[in-house]
T-cell receptor, first 114, second 107 residues
Framework: KAGVTQTPRYLIKTRGQQVTLSCSPI?????VSWYQQTPGQGLQFLFE???????NKGNFPGRFSGRQFSNSRSEMNVSTLELGDSALYLC?????????????FGSGTQLSVL | DAKTTQPNSMESNEEEPVHLPCNHS???????IHWYRQLPSQGPEYVIH???SNVNNRMASLAIAEDRKSSTLILHRATLRDAAVYYC????????FGTGTRLKVLA
């Protein structure tokens, strides 16, 4: 069974640009969550999608958005990039996002904003 | 929000047991307690989870206090490959990882 796949693995952008990251969950998983990881702030929750609907949201500005497609694949978008958006972006999937379920993480997309 | 408290870092000698503590005093009665770890340059991986009883799997053991306000992840024989950041998360807030405990294993 294939794991969680994130593309691209590395990305370099400049300030003011926008970026779209992709996450393909494990087959059969319908919940996808996104995280930002920086050395100073640790792993911070961005949002969670289930059945194409955003169900939970972290404390990030509106420049960060996401969506989920009918096949459960998810994308996140960051508009008007800032230097502080440089981070490792991780996604995780689970069957339905229930409190007893395991999360399965991808390897992440390393975003550098110059 | 449920809050967890973990030590920032711990050290262990190779082949010795490691006990990683976590306080989650505001956990609700139906929250599972999850533990994940993140090896260098990788995404987090599931370690173990439990509700009330102590749990064992091939990776670790989880000891949950009777009042459920704290738990301890036990690595029975630490290896160099166990060097990672360990996160303790109550189930309802399973998305809030915090900064975890960085475990250093000494050869």
């Amino acid at each position: 069974k294939a794991g969680v796949t994130q593309t691209p693995r590395y990305l370099i952008k400049t300030r003011g640009q926008q970026v779209t990251l992709s996450c393909s969950p494990i087959s059969g998983h319908r919940s996808v969550s996104w995280y930002q990881q920086t050395p100073g702030q640790g792993l911070q929750f961005l949002f969670e999608y289930f059945s194409e609907t955003q169900r939970n949201k972290g404390n990030f500005p509106g420049r960060f958005s996401g969506r989920q497609f009918s096949n459960s694949r998810s994308e996140m978008n960051v508009s008007t990039l800032e230097l502080g958006d440089s981070a490792l972006y991780l996604c995780a999937s689970s069957l339905a996002g229930g409190g007893s379920e395991k999360l399965f993480f991808g390897s992440g997309t390393q975003l550098s904003v110059l | 929000d449920a809050k967890t408290t973990q030590p920032n870092s711990m050290e262990s000698n190779e082949e010795e047991p490691v006990h990683l503590p976590c306080n989650h005093s505001t956990i609700s009665g139906t929250d599972y307690i999850h533990w994940y770890r993140q090896l260098p340059s990788q995404g987090p991986e599931y370690v173990i989870h439990g509700l009330t009883s102590n749990v064992n799997n091939r990776m670790a053991s989880l000891a949950i206090a009777e009042d459920r306000k704290s738990s301890t992840l036990i690595l029975h024989r630490a290896t160099l490959r166990d060097a990672a950041v360990y996160y303790c998360i109550p189930g309802t807030y399973k998305y809030i990882f915090g900064t975890g405990t960085r475990l250093k294993v000494l050869a």
